[in-house]
């Protein structure tokens, strides 16, 4: 993809280059043209002298002098070669010029107006400054077309970082999501070992998703939702008659993508600090999709927070969750977390988008 495009800058430039010179060698044929004169070729070879030298002092700048020399920041050596070249093909010029009228031109010096002196040195001074003017319009491309492939090495070094990121932040979530899941098991076997087992196959199913499946840089919203009611379900089996749970997810994902295992976080939190053993507590998880492609997922749940002494996950879930969040829908997402009177709530808002995205990380 890269090489593609780099091919077509190429190729672009070439054209562009073509058609400039190719306007100033036909510039005399127009403006005869224009005068209802026509122009010789004897005449117009005295003229093309003139382009090709604009032509040397551009290209020497624009491949040699300028990346050896001003992009070394040898400015006084470029400065200086480029003024003994220009003074060198201005006189040049009217060596050839002297020499076409004579010889090309068939007219002798005698019968040329004398006194001519000022006449030349004009002539030889406009040169000069159309030469400077090229060499400035060379640094000016030149240092331009460097501008942008320095943003464009940027870009695709900071996207690069990003992604890498992103997998090292997947590679956090899949072992944090295995520990907690695995906490809630464990407290299953002192209670029910049938269910206990019935949950480690319902894990194995998790797993796959979670291992494999969640790979894809963006999964259907739809495989998204399975996965949270089967992880609700798996949870649901160690909770007391005291507890309340309610899910509410729709059945239509209207085609819409999402970054796998963005939810799952705050559903996990909910299990962890929104159940009692002794009290009577809910977890209320909601899922509504609404217009303008948004996502409103919000998670409600009783408080009964954990000791110091509990440290299963130790918090990563949700700092994962705010930096993947932050890399992923930058300006497009909305993560409140707040505890209202005896009962916490989070809400995660998305702005989602109903095809599958090229990158995880998507445009910024």
Not at 220 to 234: D, G, M, Q, T
């Amino acid at each position: 993809m890269q090489t593609t495009q780099r091919s077509r800058t190429k190729v672009i430039q070439v054209i562009v280059h073509t058609i400039a010179w190719a306007m100033m060698f036909c510039s005399p044929l127009f403006f005869s043209q224009g005068e209802g004169n026509s122009i010789s070729w004897a005449r117009y070879l005295g003229f093309c002298a003139s382009p090709l030298a604009f032509m040397l002092v551009f290209y020497l700048n624009y491949f040699v002098l300028i990346d050896r020399l001003l992009f070394r920041k040898r400015l006084g050596t470029f400065v200086l070669i480029n003024l003994l070249l220009i003074i060198l093909l201005a006189v040049g010029l009217h060596g050839w010029h002297e020499f076409h009228r004579t010889y090309v031109m068939g007219i002798p010096p005698s019968s040329r107006p004398r006194a001519r002196t000022q006449f030349y040195l004009f002539f030889m001074l406009r040169d000069a400054v159309t030469m400077l003017l090229v060499t400035g319009l060379s640094v000016a491309i030149k240092m331009t077309g460097r501008w942008y492939r320095v943003e464009r090495e940027k870009q695709e070094i900071e996207k690069e970082r990003t992604q890498a990121e992103l997998q090292n932040l997947k590679s956090q979530l899949n072992p944090h999501f295995l520990f907690n899941t695995l906490n809630n098991i464990y407290a299953l076997v002192a209670l029910n070992p049938q269910q206990a087992q019935y949950a480690l196959h319902s894990l194995s199913q998790l797993l796959r998703y979670v291992l494999y499946d969640n790979n894809q840089q963006m999964m259907p919203l739809s495989k998204e939702l399975a996965f949270i009611r089967s992880y609700v379900e798996l949870m649901s089996l160690r909770l007391s008659k005291q507890v309340q749970l309610e899910v509410n997810l729709p059945e239509d994902d209207r085609g819409y993508q999402v970054a796998p295992l963005l939810f799952i976080a705050l559903i996990e939190n909910a299990f962890k600090h929104g159940v009692s053993a002794t009290e009577p507590s809910f977890i209320h998880i909601s899922f509504a999709l609404t217009g303008g492609d948004t996502l409103i997922c919000t998670v409600e749940n009783s408080c009964f927070p954990k000791n110091e002494l509990d440290r299963s996950g130790s918090g990563i879930g949700l700092e994962n969750l705010r930096r993947r969040l932050s890399l992923l829908y930058p300006g497009q997402h909305i993560l409140r977390m707040e505890k209202i009177g005896e009962q916490y709530v989070a809400q995660m808002i998305l702005t989602l988008k109903p095809h599958v995205q090229d990158s995880e990380i998507g445009s910024k």
